[in-house]
């Protein structure tokens, strides 16, 4: 899940492209969304990879749930 962390003004961020089959309704570019966890006090990203694992499984589910009520 590090391939989406990333730090942004001092804090870890999750971020990741839209998947093109769900950019028709999520045109956020890219989804970025804060961990809330300073990097100061995880200088190695382990909390804020749960927290990351966490905000994929739900934006995932978002675009599965999307997708869904489009058919």
Do not use: C
């Amino acid at each position: 899940m590090s391939e989406y962390l990333t730090k942004r003004n001092g804090v870890w961020h999750y971020q990741r492209r839209v998947p093109e089959e769900y950019a028709a309704f999520d045109t956020r570019v890219p989804v970025r969304l804060t961990t809330g966890i300073s990097v100061v006090d995880d200088k190695r990203g382990r909390k804020a990879i749960e927290i990351a694992e966490r905000l994929n499984l739900d934006t995932e589910a978002y675009w599965s749930d999307k997708s869904i009520s489009d058919l």
